[in-house]
């Protein structure tokens, strides 16, 4: 049976076409280092990738709220770890005025000092962080200080963050509860009692009633402190499975798109054969004339 030209040129013409697309996505496997460049090069497997980096996606911002409430807690625990530095202070002044052997002078030197550091708490717990209050909730601010007193002004939202698909945590914390305001004696009236006390020289008050009501001050302040610490733990610890989550789906990642070089290497050669091979025998075709079929 005889074979037409047409025939056996349209083979040929096939046969390069096809040795070229290898030689192709060949060099292209080499050159980009990725076994999936698209998704018809493995549907299945440009499928599961798909899924992969959605996740990688997902991981990446509860590490972002993670880190974000890690930021804002440990602002909060330098605020706190300040003020009961502060009323350690007090303390001290409390105990000394409370002495029958300081003297006006003396009692007034330390009522100057606690009204400083009165002023300081109060500035301390107005602090924010990222643009919003450490301890006033959603309100810009948790203190006002006004001639009657010190008043709570904030407010008692949660502010939470996802750190996981599961896991949702309250970054804030209750400062009018802390603070005592709740109970009807907060620790700025205590502070206030204090240097009225310091005033009328009424050191049976200083020494007896005002330091039992500060150390409770401080008490209720160190508990919200441990709170803090707490949350601020168990968010580190989610931030580091999430880590480890990060990097096992990279790694299933690389698994399913990147090239195996010295595989891509081998296809490559041989994928350069082929075409010298198809274009070899194109180069025959062309010398066969009327008289090869006759």
């Not at 080499?30 to 599961?48: F, K, L, M, Q, Y």
């Not at 300081?102 to 100057?112: K, L, Q, Y």
Request: glycine share 8%; proline share 1%.
């Amino acid at each position: 049976m005889r074979i037409s030209t047409q025939h056996v040129w349209q083979s040929t013409l096939e046969s390069v076409n096809s040795a070229g697309a290898k030689q192709s996505n060949a060099r292209d496997l080499i050159v980009s280092g990725r076994r999936i460049n698209r998704a018809s090069d493995d549907p299945a497997a440009a499928a599961r990738s798909s899924q992969l980096r959605a996740s990688m996606q997902a991981v990446e911002q509860y590490e972002r709220a993670g880190q974000d409430a890690v930021a804002f807690m440990n602002a909060q625990d330098r605020s706190l770890q300040t003020v009961l530095d502060r009323m350690s202070r007090v303390e001290e002044l409390t105990i000394e005025m409370a002495s029958d052997t300081m003297t006006p002078r003396g009692r007034d030197v330390a009522v100057v000092e606690i009204t400083e550091i009165r002023s300081q708490m109060i500035a301390i717990m107005n602090e924010s962080h990222g643009g919003k209050s450490l301890f006033g909730g959603f309100q810009q601010s948790a203190l006002t200080d006004d001639p009657g007193g010190v008043t709570f002004t904030g407010d008692n939202g949660q502010v939470l963050r996802r750190v996981a698909g599961d896991q949702v945590v309250q970054v804030n914390i209750d400062a009018q509860e802390m603070l005592g305001f709740s109970s009807g004696t907060s620790v700025f009236d205590v502070l206030d009692n204090i240097i009225a006390n310091a005033g009328s020289a009424d050191v049976a008050a200083l020494g007896g009633i005002r330091l039992e009501e500060l150390e409770a001050a401080r008490n209720k302040i160190g508990a919200g402190l441990g709170l803090v610490g707490t949350r601020t733990s168990r968010v580190e610890e989610t931030l580091g499975d999430l880590a480890e989550s990060s990097v096992s789906l990279q790694t299933f990642v690389a698994d399913l798109e990147d090239a195996d070089i010295v595989e891509a290497s081998i296809a490559m050669s041989e994928a350069n054969l082929a075409y010298e091979a198809a274009l070899a025998a194109s180069a025959q075709i062309n010398r066969v004339t009327l008289l090869n079929y006759l």
